[in-house]
């Protein structure tokens, strides 16, 4: 193939090769967009699951606390009542009123700690209950979205897949259609792309219209576009113009 510094092209034939990078080089764009949103996606997903898993080992550490000061506070209570049965034979066998009295004051204090223990014991088993709850809750959140984030995983990997051998193929038509372009007009075109939110340099007249920006084109500016004479651009977005039927077979 003979390379814009091997012959010249017409007027016509630059404007057919910029029309067709601007399709190619759109379509690399399409296709990157595709793949610069799933990785993300990928990555919050899987940042979500990793503060919940957090969740949850905090969670399970809270239940075994529960657990811990549940069993500590029912060997109290059952060493108080043990400690209440002692008093109560000791009782049994004082010599004066002064013993049995100091006895008594020990048996209300170990009731007294007997019903500070059952406070305590229902308390946290109401709040095992709760971190329970919150743990199979949990549990069933990191279940779900590892089925979402196993999803987007599969589906990134497929789109991955798919392009990659498109992309590689465009870059290489790309490059081809670049070397049949001249370098100022080239350096214009990546210019506009560069620009251009939407990175098109290359637009139809669409509508009477310049289909960049959408402002109406005088009907002889049209005409000249269709001649293909010579390389005519948007006055107000400065894109590249070229005619409805460009590109069709």
């Known amino acids: 193939m003979a390379t814009k510094q091997e012959q010249e092209l017409t007027v016509e034939e630059k404007l057919k ?5 601007q399709q190619v080089d759109s379509r690399i764009d399409e296709l990157r967009t595709l793949a610069g949103e799933l990785p993300q996606e990928v990555k919050d997903m899987s940042d979500e699951i ?13 239940i075994k606390e529960c657990e811990t000061q549940i069993s500590d506070f029912r060997v109290r209570s059952e060493n108080a009542n043990a400690s209440i049965a ?5 009782q049994k066998t004082v010599r004066n009123n002064r013993e049995f009295d100091n006895l008594n004051k020990e ?7 007997i019903e500070l223990c059952q406070k305590k ?3 946290f088993t109401a709040e095992l209950e709760e971190r329970r709850a919150e743990k199979n809750k949990t549990v069933g959140d990191i279940e779900d979205k590892t089925v979402d984030l196993n999803q ?8 991955m897949a798919e392009t990659k051998a498109e992309t590689e193929a465009l870059m290489i038509r790309s490059a081809e259609l670049e070397q049949n372009i001249d370098e100022r007009l080239l350096a214009a075109f ?3 792309r560069k620009n251009a939110h939407n990175g098109l340099a290359v637009v139809k007249v669409e509508r009477d219209s310049c289909g960049g920006c959408h402002s109406k084109i005088p009907a002889q500016r049209q005409l000249d576009i269709r001649q293909r004479k010579k390389i005519i651009v948007c006055e107000f977005c400065g894109r590249i113009l070229v005619d409805a039927e460009m590109g069709e077979k």
């Open 190 to 192: 990546k210019r506009i």
């Open 107 to 113: 048996i209300e204090y170990q009731q007294l700690d």
């Open 17 to 21: 090769a910029l029309y067709e990078l």
């Open 152 to 159: 987007k995983k599969n589906e990134l990997d497929s789109i």
């Open 121 to 123: 014991i229902h308390n």
């Open 86 to 90: 002692r008093y109560q034979e000791q």
């Open 50 to 62: 990793e503060g919940l898993k957090t969740r949850l080992r905090n969670t399970e550490e809270n």
